[in-house]
């Protein structure tokens, strides 16, 4: 069931976020809050996946500071404009006024880069591949929200390379694209990738990707962005090397980041109106297991899921022996999402099967017990591809074509989603086209047979891609 999911998206947000456990929202700061255990173990098992992609493709973890000095944060003139409404400042060292204004970071390039200029000598310390995952900081003016738009963002995964060659930093923009669609791949969140406009590109980059995904509500939310940095950096940071030819050259650079929106992606993209429903690649508890007590057979239903739980030790398995009915055992751990739960009672263990409930499809069914660790394992892996296709089939739905600015106008007000559109090219025109389809422009897609513009009827020469984003 689906009806509060999809007609009252915002209510059901924000009680499964504090009723599974996820973060705990009383905070008193705007914007911040409190990573619940539960939660805080998702967390941690989305990051595992990230780091090995990253890792795989011999990325460096690294750790570098909070507090970025005034006068390096301001150097990138581009990078600071962008910012500077969102930087918080400490501007005191307990009562003392401080000689040199330090920022929160925002992002970690100015301080990142600094010693990319001490460490990088020559071509043969390139490419050079680092990655950090931090809390930064933005003093967000929009609503903040859970997860979605936080004034601290707790899982700050960003990575920064510098490389020889523009081709080389090109290259890198796409292995950072194919890592992330892995990534998201893995998780089931489905995605859509555009180039941003100019205008509205990281600050201080040459040009920006993103990834955006769409909502139950229809509203859309950017969930990845992959930057090309061109010189850019480099150039106010001094980061230079010297090239085969024995020459000093500046470095190209890409960075690219993810953030806390990838987890509310997860637990949103999958949920129903019971709860979550977890991918079991980052279930903290991938199989309950609810003992089935009868008068006398307490000490057999035990022992026989205990039993069980050895055999599948390869899982993330709970026995829940709280001293409750098993009813509301079931009800809790549908709202936490738990992938699969298994029954186990007296009648089970006489006819030698095991009860299995799928949260994905809230079926149940018997299985026999002589090979229920394949059989878990099966189920597992087909709730996975399962819940992979609904979110996708559910995505391509949202995703529209519009012939003329009021179709795109139309479909935006009635359906959201990601409405296509052809465009010209001109700032001029796709400016025009946000305001009067009343939505933003998530990103440019080049496609190859062109229409015309639905604004000035020139001819295309790409698409843009339109929705309202969180
Ligand atoms: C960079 N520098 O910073 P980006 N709350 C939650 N998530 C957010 C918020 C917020 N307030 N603001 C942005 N994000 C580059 C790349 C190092 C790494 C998420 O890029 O400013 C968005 O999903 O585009 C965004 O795509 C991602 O962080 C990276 O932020």
């Known amino acids: 069931m689906r009806e509060k999911w999809k007609n009252n998206f915002s209510e059901w947000y924000n009680e499964i976020i504090e009723k599974a456990e996820i973060l705990d929202i009383r905070y008193p700061v705007k914007g911040l809050y409190v990573w619940f255990p539960y939660g805080f173990k998702i967390r941690k098992h989305v990051l595992n996946l990230i780091r090995n992609i990253l890792e795989e493709k011999n990325h460096k973890e690294a750790l570098f500071p909070l507090l970025i000095p005034e006068q390096e944060f301001s150097k990138e003139a581009k990078h600071i404009k962008g910012f500077e409404d969102e930087v918080y400042w400490v501007t005191h060292g307990g009562l003392e006024p401080l000689n040199v204004k330090l920022a929160l970071r925002p992002t970690s390039e100015t301080a990142i880069y600094p010693m990319f200029a001490v460490w990088i000598r020559s071509h043969s310390d390139m490419p050079l591949k680092v990655y950090q995952i931090v809390n930064t900081f933005r003093y967000e003016t929009k609503h903040t929200r859970p997860l979605i738009r936080l004034r601290e963002i707790t899982t700050f995964k960003e990575a920064h390379t510098a490389h020889a060659s523009y081709e080389d930093a090109e290259r890198q923009v796409t292995e950072a694209t194919e890592m992330y669609k892995k990534f998201f791949d893995a998780l089931g969140v489905p995605y859509s ?3 941003r406009p100019d205008w509205d590109k990281f600050p201080g980059a040459e040009y920006t990707t993103a990834f955006d995904t769409i909502f139950p509500d229809s509203r859309t939310l950017q969930i990845a962005t992959v930057h090309n ?14 090239n085969r030819k024995g020459e000093q050259e500046y470095v190209y ?4 980041g993810i953030s806390d929106r990838v987890i509310a992606s997860l637990l949103v993209i999958h949920g129903d109106d019971r709860g979550l429903c977890l991918m079991p690649e980052v279930a903290p508890i991938q199989i309950v297991i609810v003992p089935i007590w009868f008068k006398d057979s307490e000490r057999d239903v035990d022992r026989e899921a205990e039993k069980l739980k050895k055999e599948l030790k390869d899982l993330r398995v709970h026995i829940d022996d709280r ?4 009813g509301s055992k079931y009800y809790d751990w549908e709202i936490k999402g738990v ?3 298994i029954e186990i009672g007296p009648k089970d263990i006489e006819q030698e099967k095991i009860t299995v409930v799928r949260r994905d499809t809230c079926k149940k069914q018997q299985i026999s017990r002589g090979n229920a660790a394949r059989k878990v394992a099966e189920i597992l892996s087909s709730i996975s591809e399962d819940l992979r296709k609904r979110a996708w089939g559910e995505f391509n739905e949202h995703v529209y074509f519009a012939e003329s600015l009021g179709e795109a106008k139309k479909i935006i007000s009635e359906k ?3 409405v296509k559109v052809w465009w010209c090219g001109e700032e ?9 389809a009343t939505a933003d422009i998530l990103g440019i897609v080049n496609e190859s047979s062109g229409g015309k513009c639905v604004r000035c009827e020139k001819k295309a020469r790409s698409m843009l891609q339109l929705g309202k984003a969180y």
Do not use: H
């Not at 001293?323 to 098993?326: A, F, G, I, L, T």
């Not at 001029?428 to 009067?436: L, P, Q, T």
């Open 339 to 341: 992938p699969l739960r």
């Open 416 to 418: 959201g989603g990601i």
């Open 428 to 436: 001029a025109c796709a400016k025009e086209i946000e305001n009067e």
């Open 229 to 242: 940095l061109g010189q850019n950096f480099a150039k106010t940071f001094n980061v230079q090397f010297e």
């Open 323 to 326: 001293d409750v009915r098993p």
């Open 193 to 195: 990738i555009s180039r």
């Open 253 to 256: 650079q890409t960075c690219y």
